[in-house]
């Protein structure tokens, strides 16, 4: 489906200009939840539901939502989007736009070698992704799993009472 | 063309069970209270939802002016769309099916925590704090419910051995998927309670606290959509209870499979109207707390011996 | 857990109860004789308004609905002119029939006064007045007064001294 792949990627990229070209940043995280949907589309198009799936489940649906909240939670009024509004002008994104522009003619021409291999693949089902993971890459998989274990011993740390609080009568 | 009518047949049947239940839950609400409910407006009140239809249409749409019109209008949008998504992966009977994916279990999964945005958008973009309060809370809460309702469903993953939800119905030929996976079941009930925001966990709208939390704002045809969505939410939970725990269509074969399948899924509808009616709020921290502390040790003990008792009997 | 199923299950059980539903124009609930309802003006027994137009209604009403303006006939009785109630105003509290010294304004046992228009809602005398008693049956105001206004001689009613004659000088 070379059509939708296209269509896909043409969202996901415009999404993503939108979001650093937008001042509020609630508006920037839709932007970048719709960039995030197109680009599951697109892993849909290449033939891996699976990936689409846990990118909609994951980035989608909870690591954006979890954006948000603390984007509402620390209140961002006007004063940041005119803040942001300075940030934004010609010589500070001049540079890194020339230089993502440079890469893009690199990517431009090496899509037009003419051996570039059809979009079209198999269909990589679930099964395939949990036998590759937890036989070919199990040792990865492990290290991960270490990982976000210390997140979450960290995240358990840093949220522990140690004081407890008395009420002023309580105190002796 | 045949798959066309597919479409407008599940549209049509849901958006209609959505609106009946307005009536239903009148109904059933008020013969647990020992009224009668609505029963003046047509044959046994049920023109009721046509007037209530009839009075959302004709009030006056407002957005507030201090509101982020783009995402107000945006977040009722949402909730019905990414409900009605959802309903697209369930089979109401064999070969009645919007998308047969493969991957139709994760599918829902996914549209139901998209859904989490137009709780927190519609709270933001109100621009009130107790709707800002109300998109907090639901914000927290569909993610750790999110968590568990997609950990429970993953022992009925182990023993169909797929995440199309065809064959996960077929895989209950001969035993339902409640009497193996008792836990995901209640879990996954609970969690779809939650992810609904019904009562009793309802705290992002709490009336009694947040007077209607996010959709504090939202009048006419906007509230409406979160209306109808929170009625199409809980016949979606029930349909998918129905598929993975309940044998979808599967029943005795003196009704055809559809009437089976739509009977059980009102069995839970109601009983999403029990809950309403019998347990009170928790509150916020309780909801959370238990959430994390006692339900995910749970599932993931439950996911354990699942994998264990499936590989014992594999061997 | 278990008190939730069980909670779950005694509201469950509740769909086979008896409803306290009273479903209202086909079937009324019971009204007791005292119930604060429309406001009427009574009759006496022969048929004279009770009301004498002393204001201590249009005094006693804590929202301000009630106006009448007191006038004579040529026996001296006073009645009302106009009196004048404004429902859309009244809150049915009763004073006014706590203050009435000769029982002619009473709260009757009835409800249904519903009206489209607010103006409706407004009772002229014609409206108030009712062909009747009331709750004291047998009473007339006139009978007990000192005063002759066409029911009875000064003098002559149950009860009652003959009246002072100030031309005499016996005790």
Request: glycine share 8%; with cysteine.
């Amino acid at each position: 489906m070379p059509l939708l792949f296209y269509i896909s990627s043409l969202i996901a990229i415009l999404a993503t200009i939108m979001v650093i070209t937008r001042y509020s940043p609630v508006h920037a995280l839709l932007y970048l939840v719709v960039s995030f949907l197109a680009i599951a589309v697109i892993f849909l198009s290449l033939g891996a539901p699976f990936a689409a799936a846990l990118q909609v489940i994951i980035y989608a649906g909870a690591i954006m939502v979890l954006f948000l909240f603390v984007t509402m939670m620390i209140n961002l009024g006007k004063q940041t989007a005119l803040q942001e509004k300075e940030w934004l002008q010609l010589k500070v994104w001049i540079g890194p736009s020339l230089l993502t522009l440079l890469l893009l003619g690199e990517m431009i021409i090496l899509l037009l070698q003419p051996q570039s291999a059809s979009l079209s693949s198999a269909v990589v089902t679930p099964r395939q992704v949990s036998m590759s993971l937890y036989g070919e890459y199990v040792i990865a998989v492990e290290l991960v799993g270490f990982l976000m274990m210390t997140g979450i011993v960290g995240a358990a740390h840093i949220g522990k009472h140690k004081k407890k609080n008395l009420h002023r009568f309580l105190q002796s | 063309m045949q798959h066309i009518w597919i479409v407008l047949g599940v549209l049509f049947v849901f958006l209609n069970i959505a609106a009946g239940l307005i009536w239903v839950e009148r109904r059933l609400l008020a013969l647990w209270q020992d009224r009668l409910g609505p029963n003046r407006a047509g044959p046994l009140g049920l023109f009721i939802v046509l007037a209530d239809t009839l009075k959302l249409f004709f009030k006056e749409d407002w957005i507030p002016p201090f509101a982020d019109k783009q995402v107000f209008v945006l977040a009722p949008a949402i909730v019905v769309a990414s409900v009605l998504m959802g309903l697209a992966v369930i089979p109401f009977a064999p070969g009645i099916v919007v998308a047969d994916l493969n991957v139709g279990l994760l599918f829902f999964l996914a549209m139901s925590s998209l859904g989490a945005y137009s709780i927190v958008l519609g709270g933001w973009a109100s621009n009130n704090k107790y709707s800002l309060l109300g998109a907090l809370r639901g914000a927290s809460q569909m993610i750790a419910y999110e968590v568990f309702m997609g950990l429970s469903v993953m022992g009925v993953v182990m023993l169909s051995k797929s995440f199309n939800l065809t064959a996960i119905v077929e895989a209950q030929q001969h035993v339902w998927f409640v009497v193996t996976q008792p836990v995901g079941f209640i879990i996954f009930f609970i969690a779809g309670v939650a992810e609904t925001h019904r009562l009793p966990f309802d705290i992002p709208e709490a009336e009694s606290e947040l007077i209607a939390g996010f959709h504090a704002e939202y009048s006419g045809m906007k509230f409406g959509m979160f209306f109808i969505g929170e009625y199409l939410g809980i016949s979606l939970i029930s349909a998918m209870t129905v598929t993975m725990f309940f044998g979808g269509w599967l029943g005795p074969g003196f009704l055809p499979p559809v009437v089976w399948f739509f009977l059980k899924t009102f069995a839970f509808i109601a009983l999403f109207i029990l809950l309403r009616a019998s347990l009170p709020r928790p509150r916020y921290d309780q909801l959370l707390g238990y959430g994390w502390k006692i339900l995910l040790p749970l599932v993931l003990v439950n996911l354990l011996v699942t994998g264990a008792i499936a590989l014992w009997i594999r061997s | 857990m278990i008190s939730h199923l069980r909670t779950m299950w005694l509201v469950f059980i509740h769909i086979f109860h008896k409803k306290v539903t009273i479903e209202y124009p086909e079937e009324r609930a019971p009204l007791a004789a005292r119930w604060r309802g429309r406001i009427v003006l009574t009759k006496d027994p022969d048929g004279g308004e009770r009301c004498v137009g002393c204001y201590l209604c249009a005094a006693a009403c804590p929202v301000d609905c009630i106006a009448l303006q007191a006038t004579e006939d040529e026996d001296g009785r006073r009645y009302p002119a106009f009196f004048r109630i404004n429902f859309s105003r009244c809150i049915f509290c009763g004073y006014c029939e706590e203050a009435c010294p000769t029982y002619a304004i009473q709260l009757i046992p009835d409800f249904e006064m519903g009206e489209y228009k607010r103006q409706d809602l407004v009772y002229e005398k014609e409206d108030l007045l009712i062909d009747s008693q009331g709750k004291y049956p047998g009473y007339n105001f006139y009978n007990v007064a000192g005063m002759d206004a066409g029911v009875k001689a000064k003098g002559k009613g149950s009860n009652e001294e003959e009246p002072v004659d100030i031309k005499s000088l016996l005790p």
